[in-house]
């Protein structure tokens, strides 16, 4: 084992980790680098699209990998693979890898296990289960689809990863991928302006626009500008938002009445400006997405019991929230954008919706509470920060679910043929061609084109693959010639 622990003191530690991981931080917070460094990485096979992918997990800090590899190196090893240098050629793959591997980070653990992958299966496959994720490269298809299903019975996710040349593909085989943090492009607020919670409409009603000095007008936040504005149109318009665009723009000339203090400026208070420059992104009607539906009403949320994960537990208490305290809403976020305003009205309206957020975290914990005594699971098992985690992306949660490869294997469960019709110059053309290339290293116990000698025959052999393949799974189009000479 390659142990690069540091033994300085915890808190310089602490100092260096932050200093050394600032970027990374920034993107997925403390709690993201936490869960990186708790994770425990296996690599099969020390090729070098497999060291590549280990790589971008040791730079920015896992925990602990091993890699699972019985291979000599050789000289084309060296040729292709920078973690194995010249001299190394001779020596074990996987031990070799794992040290120049630490080297690019000291915070990292490695190691590695001079062992054949289907002999683990056969004689010792609950080693694999420490293990969070394991990453396979290159693997023969009778092997891949024996550790695919080991994995997939143990809810244990699996990359792989093929590559021939310049050709490859990345495969995902898990049950369920949960994504809780999506940092969508270009997220609007939500304000809930057109149902503002009653905490909101208190601090607004508070603020009386015809009792201030125009310095302190001018430096309204404008989201109280709009809240304002938009409840004297809702009580001149049936309780309605300005929904399209005429709406819009009949309450932006709305807004801009209340504008002008100086007449004689001839310049409009910027925070006005503000109010309606937002009128499009911020008066929008509060629902909940169609995907957040779709989980709600979901098996694995209606029906929680001790074999559930965090993630449809707190999903359950978040649609429970929704239909009682949240009264048709979900948690509140709790963070506003910024405005024109002076730093008193600015931090007051921000606690507003600060408070508001906490509280639905506690109405949500406490229904988690709530769920882990009915299913018997410790009230440890998920805590306030995780639960306010969730909370706060709560209209961006998702769930994705994979087929086995049992499942992409069969022509009876597998789409391939039509999607692969659907679009006749997809990328799929390729893996339908590594497919064929499997089959024909599972039969041959070789690769084609591995003998010169042998390469017109191997073409046609290939061929033959190939159409077996094409007739089971349906698929009707014409491969040129060129992208199989190409295998």
Known sequence: MINNLNTDGQNSNILNKNAKYDRQLRLWGNHGQTKLENSRICLINASTAGTEALKSMVLPGVGYFSIIDDNTITK?????????PFESVGQNRAKVASENLCELNQDVIGDYLVENIDRILENKPEYLKSFNLVIATNLKENTYKHLAEYLWNENIPLISIRSFGLIGFLRIITQEHHVVEAHPDNQLPILRLDQPFEELKTFCNSVDLNDMSEAEYSHIPYLIILYKYLELWKSQNDGKIPKNYKEKEAFKH???????????????????????????????????????????????CLKTDENSDKFWIIVRAIKEFTENEGMG???????????????????????????????????????????????????????????????????????????????????????????IEENSDSDLIFYILMRAVDLFQLENNRFPGTNIELLHSDGI????YLYKLMQENRINITIKEEFIHEM
């Open 329 to 419: 809403h979900l948690p509140l976020k709790g963070t506003i954008p910024d405005m024109v305003s002076d730093s008193d009205k600015y931090v007051a309206i921000q606690n507003v919706y600060k408070s508001k957020a906490q509280h639905d975290v506690d109405s949500v914990l406490s229904r988690v509470e709530r769920i882990l005594l009915n299913i018997n699971k410790p009230f440890d098992y998920i805590n306030e920060q995780e639960v306010k985690l969730y909370c706060k992306n709560a209209y961006h949660l998702k769930n994705i679910r994979y087929k086995s490869v049992s499942q992409e294997y069969d022509p009876q469960t597998s789409n391939l043929g039509s999607l």
């Open 254 to 300: 709305f807004i801009k009445s209340g504008v002008l203090r100086n007449e004689e400026a001839g310049k409009f208070e910027e925070n006005f400006e503000e109010a309606i420059k937002n009128v499009n992104s911020i008066i929008v009607p509060s629902q909940i997405p169609v995907e957040i539906k779709q989980l709600f009403n979901d098996e694995k």
């Open 76 to 84: 084309e090893d060296v040729s292709k693979n920078f973690f194995l």
């Open 461 to 464: 052999l290939l061929k033959k």
